[in-house]
């Protein structure tokens, strides 16, 4: 008789950022970014964050899905989509941080955010918005704001 193995899944609670509930659901992702990558990331290096999303478009969760060099981040698909299926988001925003200060988005920006959105709308997943954002200044940059999504 053959045997495999059972996995159970978990996502595991590291810490609590704080934010200011504020206007607008881009402002609010945006401190929420900003505070993921300086409270638990690098903020010298680009850095890719997903915000998780429940069904009335509340923040449940953040997580890291990619470390890069100081001006790229490889983002894969399926380590981003990951967290968000785990905790059952309903939406997701995501955003990252240019070390350079630049906001305008990279070609590579622009297909990533294509490739994310075709991704969650094969999941049933809505994707809000892409952001941009300066780790020095309250500045972003918001694909859902400039009509790109």
């Not at 996995?7 to 945006?30: D, G, H, L, P, T």
């Not at 680009?46 to 890291?64: A, F, H, Y």
Request: aromatic content about 6%.
């Amino acid at each position: 008789m053959k045997s495999c193995n059972v996995y159970r899944i978990k996502m595991i609670r590291e810490k609590s950022i704080k934010y200011q509930s504020s206007v607008s659901m881009s402002n609010q992702a945006a401190e929420v970014i900003r505070r993921t990558i300086t409270e638990c990331g690098q903020s010298d290096r680009e850095q890719m964050v997903v915000l998780m999303l429940d069904v009335k478009n509340r923040i449940i969760g953040t997580n890291i899905v990619s470390v890069g060099s100081v001006s790229s981040s490889i983002v894969c698909l399926r380590e981003l989509f990951k967290p968000v299926i785990l905790a059952n988001s309903a939406a997701l925003i995501i955003g990252h941080n240019h070390p350079s200060g630049d906001l305008q988005p990279s070609v590579e920006d622009n297909n990533i955010t294509k490739w994310i959105f075709a991704g969650a709308h094969l999941l049933g997943i809505t994707l809000h918005d892409h952001l941009i954002i300066n780790i020095e200044s309250k500045e972003y940059y918001s694909y859902a704001g400039n009509n790109l999504l």
